[in-house]
């Protein structure tokens, strides 16, 4: 059969199956609990099995270790390699949910669906299905030898990559300003970055900050931005990002002393805030969500690398927990372990902003920061392969409500890529930027300046 000649009911779907090997999985599951245990809990879901009748054997099987019963007889011989056999049969299923997922494709294409909505849709449909059922690839061994051959050819391909674009790293560079953090974690690399501060401190500015320093730094990068704040218009973000990229002051927009059509010079800088995605979180948002919002930004747009960012880590536990009922602790763990997975699918960082302990508000500007001052900090302590904590520095322009500047300390208290350490930040809110190099007293802009007493006086103010 031609590829353009498949058609609905075509049968090709059974190509994809095997009932025998099906039959000898079964067999030997029921003849070693073990092994039930071994595969059945982690790999094997009813889908696998393509005929009804052994998928009913399956829930048979399921139900009987549960409950302690004996298991159900299975007629036939055992698969002789049974991590082999599950393996081959997660790899049908696989490929009979993608058969599926071809054939709507070609129906959208046939009933006049936009092509790159029809693609974007191939994509997240494809990748939900890779996720449905886990390939499996048990016992896996390779030789040192074989790890550094993968090795030397993924380096060699970062060396280039690095040689061509004349960057310091491989990786997006969190800019000149802020030479020490490229220095202590190479750039930003693929990996779970963990960013923790007490409310008020600027997180949600500096991960827009270091957000706008990936989508410059090369066209193929994008960010998708899981936003779960219920109060804040998801605009605003776009508003925030356009200043940093452009170097200017969002309060004055916020606050209508400037035009807002001078942001829109931001959509002519490269392409940037067409690369820039905010997934809007609901109570009904799924991390398969997040996933999809990155498949859909790589097909639309052409990016290879992709930023996410979640603002943040906790919120969206509450939200992506089946268990509404669950320890808060728990719910962050396992929406960070799942988070972990999307850094091979993204090629690019995973940022969570999380809260902080009750601890870590009580201390000053001099106590050291550490690991333990995440909010539930179990799980970012082990999956987070970079953890900052964002602290008010000692410095009296941080009490001047006319200062522009404010001073930070950006404490590296886990990293994987290198040490740790304590590096100075300014926030220059005129630009909307940070730096490293404290840039003096700079005051806001006149408009924005708080007046003193009776400086008001005679004003004709409405409200």
Not at 360 to 371: H, I, L, Q
């Amino acid at each position: 059969m031609g590829f353009l000649e498949y058609r609905s009911g075509s049968g090709l779907e059974t190509v994809f199956a095997d009932v025998e090997l099906e039959r000898a999985v079964l067999a030997a599951l029921a003849r070693d609990e073990q092994a039930f245990y071994s595969y059945a809990e982690d790999y094997l879901v009813p889908e696998v099995f393509h005929d009804p009748g052994n998928r009913a054997k399956f829930l048979e099987l399921v139900e009987a270790y549960a409950s302690g019963r004996p298991a159900p007889e299975v007629e036939g011989e055992p698969a002789p390699d049974l991590a082999a056999a599950v393996g081959k049969l997660c790899d049908l299923a696989q490929r009979r949910r993608v058969a599926v997922i071809l054939e709507k494709f070609w129906r959208d294409l046939g009933s006049g669906k936009a092509v790159q909505d029809a693609l974007a849709e191939l994509v997240e449909r494809a990748a939900e299905a890779q996720q449905a059922v886990k390939a499996l690839a048990p016992g896996e061994t390779r030789t040192a030898a074989e790890l550094l051959r993968e090795a030397v050819a993924v380096l060699g391909e970062q060396k280039r990559q690095k040689e061509e674009t004349g960057r310091e790293t491989p990786h997006p560079a969190f800019g000149k300003g802020l030479w020490s953090l490229d220095d202590l974690l190479g750039g930003m690399q693929p990996a779970v970055y963990a960013l923790g501060g007490q409310p008020g401190v600027g997180k949600t500015f500096f991960s827009i900050y270091c957000a706008s320093r990936y989508l410059t730094a090369a066209g193929d990068t994008g960010v998708v931005w899981v936003d779960v704040h219920e109060t804040r218009p998801a605009w605003k973000l776009a508003v925030y990002l356009s200043c940093s990229v452009l170097g200017k002051c969002p309060q004055l927009y916020e606050r209508l002393l400037a035009d807002p059509a001078e942001l829109l010079e931001g959509l002519r800088v490269d392409r940037v805030l067409e690369r820039f995605v905010v997934l809007t979180a609901e109570r009904n948002t799924t991390l398969l969500s997040v996933r999809g919002a990155v498949r859909r930004l790589m097909a639309q747009q052409g990016v290879k690398r992709v930023m996410v960012v979640v603002d943040y880590i906790q919120k969206l536990a509450s939200y992506t927990s089946v268990a509404t009922g669950q320890d808060m602790r728990l719910r962050v763990a396992s929406a960070v372990s799942a988070l972990t997975t999307l850094v091979g699918v993204c090629q690019g960082p995973v940022w969570l902003i999380s809260g902080v302990a009750k601890d870590a508000y009580r201390r000053g500007a001099k106590d050291e920061a550490s690991v333990a001052d995440f909010k539930e900090a179990g799980e970012v302590e082990y999956s987070a392969d970079v953890g900052l904590q964002l602290r008010w520095a000692d410095d009296p322009r941080n009490s001047d409500v006319n200062s522009a500047v404010k001073a930070l300390k950006l404490h590296v208290v886990k990293n994987r890529f290198g040490a740790t350490g304590v590096v100075n930040l300014y926030s220059l809110q005129t630009e909307c930027r940070y730096l490293q190099a404290d840039p003096g007293y700079v005051s806001r802009p006149p408009e924005l300046c708080v007046r003193g007493e009776g400086e008001a006086e005679g004003d004709d103010i409405p409200f």
